[in-house]
């Protein structure tokens, strides 16, 4: 199993709503990652977990606010978005250390209205 | 600061050869890789080169040289279906993944 899975793969919320992102690998990969990507750009990296702690936070808004519950499941929770966090999300991970391919989920395509 | 330059358009022919280039500048290197990504899609990992020379892989190779900074992949036989983002990234001192801004390959029949 060579799959990073993330649920929904479309969203659409207003700005005052509250929701989640999910993700999830079987691969036994310790590291964890949330990218995001506008269109034509290539991806910015948001969070890094490594051993289900968060090890760097590229200062993203507070109204992300990311949870990982154990070593196989990222989650990214959503609060008072703003329409420029529109955005395809992407969940990857990675065993870590020198030699670190990342697998990316599908994404999910977040429309802030 | 880090920085990876790439272009950011090629158009090549069914059938043919492109090169696509990257230079990097970055806080310690351990390693580079390329990945594709058709529009709407996440990435895909296409190859990673940590020492010096060729990785050859079906109609994909990527080559890196490290005292210039410099990686390319070479495709060959495209195919329709080649047409996509071409990212280079790099693993910085820190392994974190620095990435290009891409190189959209458009081919043509």
């Known amino acids: 199993d060579t799959e990073v899975t993330q649920t929904p793969k479309h969203l659409v919320m207003g700005m005052t709503n509250k929701k989640s992102l999910k993700c999830e690998q079987h691969?036994?990969?310790?590291?964890m990652y949330w990218y995001k990507q506008k269109a034509k750009k290539p991806p910015e990296l948001m969070f890094v977990?490594?051993?289900?702690?968060?090890?760097i936070n590229e200062s993203v808004p507070s109204r992300f606010s990311p949870e990982c519950p154990n070593s196989s499941l990222l989650n990214l929770h959503l609060h008072a978005l703003q329409p420029e966090d529109s955005a395809l999300y992407l969940c990857?991970?990675?065993?870590?250390?020198?030699?670190?391919?990342?697998?990316f989920g599908q994404g999910t395509r977040l429309t802030v209205v | 600061g880090q920085n990876i330059d790439q272009p950011t358009e090629m158009t090549a022919t069914e059938g043919a050869i492109v090169q696509i280039n990257c230079t990097y500048q970055?806080?310690?290197?351990?390693?580079l890789f390329w990945y594709q990504q058709h529009a709407g899609e996440a990435p895909t990992f296409l190859s990673y080169?940590?020492l010096d020379g060729l990785e050859e892989k079906g109609r994909f190779s990527s080559f890196l040289s490290r005292s210039k900074g410099y990686s390319y992949l070479l495709l060959k036989e495209l195919q329709m279906k080649d047409s996509a983002s071409y990212l280079c990234?790099?693993?910085?001192?820190?392994?974190?993944?620095?990435w290009g801004a891409g190189t959209k390959l458009i081919i043509k029949p």
């Open positions: 990857a991970s990675s065993q870590g250390g020198a030699y670190t391919e990342a697998f």
């Open positions: 691969m036994g990969h310790r590291a």
């Open positions: 977990y490594s051993y289900e702690k968060l090890s």
């Open positions: 970055t806080s310690g290197f351990n390693g």
């Open positions: 080169n940590v």
């Open positions: 990234a790099c693993l910085d001192s820190n392994y974190q993944l620095i």
